[in-house]
């Protein structure tokens, strides 16, 4: 294999593993829960439309050097907000609509991130 490759590969390994996460996400529940997955993906779909929330997913991506930072963080934040939505804090916000952005999120800023690795090399 080209070495410029398996070092793209190398470094965006974390990348992929979101991408792939999201994939199978989407895959397995489509299996076990196909309402709640159509619901899911449907409002991804309608927030893929909110560019301050792209902009922001595709700025994470491109712009902070450790992408395990951002992973983690949107992670965290979704969490936080989870158990907010639980202990009645948002109650305007549904825990389907708070899963549909964290995807929507780590999906954009993957994909920014993995555009930084490969504009580095030239094939």
């Known amino acids: 294999m080209n070495d410029q490759l398996l070092t793209i590969l190398k470094k965006a390994k974390l990348n ?5 996460s ?13 309402e709640f997955t159509n619901g899911i993906f449907l409002i991804a779909d309608q927030l893929v439309s909110e560019l301050i929330l792209l902009f922001v997913a595709i700025t994470l991506g491109a712009f902070i050097p450790n992408f395990k930072l951002v992973v983690f963080g949107a992670i965290a934040a979704f969490i936080a907000g989870a158990i907010a939505i639980q202990a009645g804090i948002f109650n305007y916000l549904s825990l389907d609509y708070l899963f549909a952005i964290l995807i929507v999120v780590l999906g954009f800023a993957s994909i920014a991130n993995l555009y930084r690795h490969y504009r580095e090399f030239s094939f």
């Open 16 to 20: 992929f593993a979101v991408l792939a």
């Open 22 to 34: 999201i994939l199978v996400l989407a895959v397995v529940g489509k299996i076990t829960n196909p």
